[in-house]
């Protein structure tokens, strides 16, 4: 409220010293939702409740979500149309895979830098259907392509190219998780520091007799995924 002028025009060292409060104050938050969210997955109380979704709607959902943030930070969110009008529908529990590409998308808002690109693509394999979020950001060095979906697996060295970004380093463990519990994967690659990055999604497409199997050996707990943003 009092960033917004709800108390009256603050000076500009009021207004730094507030920013500065209310973005750790942020982070902590966000951290703490983490910490209960890896708390809950790893002594297996997350439920799954799994359905059919169609995946395109879905991402089409999150990027109006994220939009605003996006132009906020002058990058734009865009959504491949070679295979979005077709009916690519998986075995998914909606909230928990929507928290993914969040979290995807999330990760390349903070480190693609002004004026960039977000591209979300899909592709239809034999028996999955892969989301890809692609972007003109930093990128990855090769040496750090397997720490990415470690508990607080920062990359060392790394930074988020919008100074008000901030992370917990816990989102693609939590993310992992999820995937991993819809028996399907998340892979990250880059060609390299400045290269850009994709971060993918593959999730099992939507059949009845994979449906009644999948649902059969789902998990079953008590608590669900806490949304922490972006």
């Known amino acids: ?35 209960l969210n890896i708390s809950r997955i790893d002594s297996g109380r997350i439920s799954v409740t799994l359905d059919k979704v169609n995946i395109v709607e879905l991402a089409q959902e ?25 009916d690519l529908c998986v ?6 895979i929507k928290e993914v590409l969040i979290n995807l998308i999330g990760n390349s808002l903070k480190f693609t830098p002004e004026k960039g690109t977000i591209t979300i693509h899909f592709e239809k394999k034999e028996d999955k259907i892969s989301t890809h979020v692609t972007d003109t950001g930093r990128g990855i060095d090769a040496k750090d392509l397997s720490t990415l979906f470690r508990k ?29 519990l819809h028996d399907g994967e998340i892979t990250g690659s880059s060609e390299g520091i400045g290269k850009g ?28 995924i806490i949304h922490s943003g972006l």
Do not use: C, W
Not at 2 to 22: C, D, I, T, V
Not at 152 to 165: D, L, V
Not at 205 to 212: M, N
């Open 197 to 224: 990055s994709t971060f993918s999604i593959s999730l099992l497409k939507f059949t009845q007799e994979k449906f009644q199997k999948l649902s059969k050996k789902s998990h079953k707990g008590t608590v669900d």
């Open 62 to 86: 999150v990027i109006e979500e994220v939009k605003p943030r996006a132009d906020e930070l002058k990058l734009s969110l865009v959504l491949e149309k070679s295979l979005a009008k077709k």
């Open 91 to 96: 075995i998914a529990d909606k909230e928990k």
């Open 1 to 35: 409220m009092a960033l917004a002028g709800k108390g009256g025009k603050l000076s500009e060292k009021q207004a730094y010293y507030l920013n500065r409060s209310y973005n750790s104050t942020d982070r902590l938050i966000k951290l703490v939702n983490d910490m």
């Open 152 to 180: 607080f697996g920062m990359i060392e060295g790394s930074y988020a190219t919008n100074k008000k970004a901030s992370g917990t380093g816990l989102g693609l463990y939590i993310s992992k998780s999820i995937v991993d």
